[in-house]
């Protein structure tokens, strides 16, 4: 599988998202500098967390208009494997790829810690090596993470089942006390109607290892690698 992640001026979790992928699972990966114009042979881009132009607008609106991300939307419009990870799933919203926005958390502060999220869909290309209803330990750093969409919006993700991770406690519930950001419906990733880009708040790439003090994030990897061979 070859996998490309995207470099903006800001982003500080693409050398994670790199080491995961090279280094972790043994897949052929490289860096795609933002101002490319076309991608290289790729079968998953990683959009990666950080502050892609410093946040400057709001989180993600400046980076949508990079050179490399018309690319990345042909891409995904033609079938190809998306991830946007905390910042790049603000980018993905901002593009067009996934519908809302992710707004200043409910706290109006910078939350950094770990969470529980509940797979509420395994049937994609991101989930399927997972249990349905699986609990995953994931961490979350960000201060833009409120997901938000139109009433109308929300409830055709919830008909569509492209609500992929909901926050929870760690028995399962989606209560307010375990939603970090104020979150509608307590999403925490998406998809979209194709189910080929997925957009979330928390950091697989973070916990993908034991001696980073969970490995929960590794299910994202694992059912990827069952897609391309």
């Not at 750093?141 to 008909?159: C, D, P, Q, R, T």
């Not at 080929?196 to 980073?212: K, S």
């Not at 994202?220 to 069952?226: A, E």
């Amino acid at each position: 599988m070859r996998v490309g992640v995207i470099v903006f001026p800001g982003s500080n979790c693409d050398h994670d998202a790199y080491h995961v992928a090279r280094h972790v699972f043994g897949l052929e990966t490289s860096f795609i500098w933002h101002k490319e114009r076309e991608l290289p042979p790729v079968d998953l881009v990683i959009v990666p967390g950080g502050f892609s132009y410093g946040d400057y607008l709001r989180a993600g609106a400046v980076a949508r208009f990079s050179s490399i991300m018309d690319s990345v939307i042909r891409f995904a419009e033609q079938g190809g494997l998306v991830l946007g990870i905390c910042n790049g799933f603000q980018v993905l919203c901002e593009c067009g790829l996934l519908p809302g926005v992710l707004l200043r958390n409910s706290s109006v502060r910078f939350v950094c810690k770990w969470v529980h999220l509940r797979t509420d869909n395994v049937e994609n290309p991101f989930t399927d090596s997972a249990d349905p209803g699986q609990i995953l330990r994931l961490p979350v750093a960000h201060g833009e993470g409120n997901y938000f969409a139109e009433s109308s919006e929300l409830a055709e993700l919830e008909h569509n089942g492209q609500v992929v991770f909901r926050y929870t406690t760690p028995d399962g519930e989606a209560t307010l006390e375990a939603n970090p950001n104020g979150s509608a419906n307590n999403i925490a990733g998406i998809v979209n109607r194709g189910g080929n880009v997925l957009g979330m708040m928390p950091h697989p790439e973070r916990a993908a290892e034991h001696a980073l003090g969970g490995q929960d994030g590794a299910v994202l990897f694992r059912s990827l690698m069952g897609v391309v061979h």
